[in-house]
């Protein structure tokens, strides 16, 4: 099925293009989504139209994913933990949403689809590294520290 791109798409292409895709994928996420039109005369038209428009806010918003980067290159989570008698498991484990509600805390609003844990949830006392997706070209990553607690009363 043929679709014209809205807005840029990972793997798939820029504004504006035309690019064929499967029917399932375009009207279960490209349409629905406005990610996508498909690419009838009047269609058309209104693209062209709006082309320069939509490749000035699709700038936009990666300028915005780029300060963003700015804001977290360096940034590291320090998670105090509960570990199991003479072991570096932990009881339970740090999972994307300790992470993403440390980074609230912290000020930085993030999605958790926008976060991937490569090795999974953290399990053992160690430094990890999490990449967030800002934008379909600006990732960064960020250092997550977990670490034995002191204090009886904190727990993941």
């Known amino acids: ?16 293009e035309e690019i064929n895709v499967k029917a399932g994928y375009a009207r279960n996420y490209l349409l629905p ?16 139209k709006m082309k320069d428009e939509l490749i000035k806010k699709e700038q936009e ?20 933990v509960k570990t199991k008698e003479d072991s570096n498991e932990l009881f339970g484990s740090i999972t994307l949403q300790n ?13 958790k689809k ?10 053992e006392l160690g430094t990890y590294r999490a990449n967030i997706s800002l934008h379909p ?8 520290i977990a670490e034995k607690s002191e204090d009886t009363e904190e727990t993941v």
């Open 1 to 16: 099925m043929k679709v014209v791109l809205l807005k840029d798409v990972k793997h798939l292409g820029k504004v504006g």
């Open 33 to 48: 989504t406005q990610s996508a039109l498909t690419p009838t005369s009047e269609n058309l038209e209104i693209i062209n």
């Open 61 to 80: 918003v990666k300028d915005i994913a780029m300060s963003l980067k700015e804001k977290l290159n360096g940034y590291n989570q320090l998670h105090k």
């Open 99 to 111: 992470i993403i509600d440390k980074m609230k805390e912290d000020g930085h609003v993030i999605e």
């Open 114 to 123: 926008q976060i991937n844990l490569p090795s999974g949830a953290i399990k």
């Open 137 to 144: 070209e600006v990732a960064c990553d960020i250092e997550i």
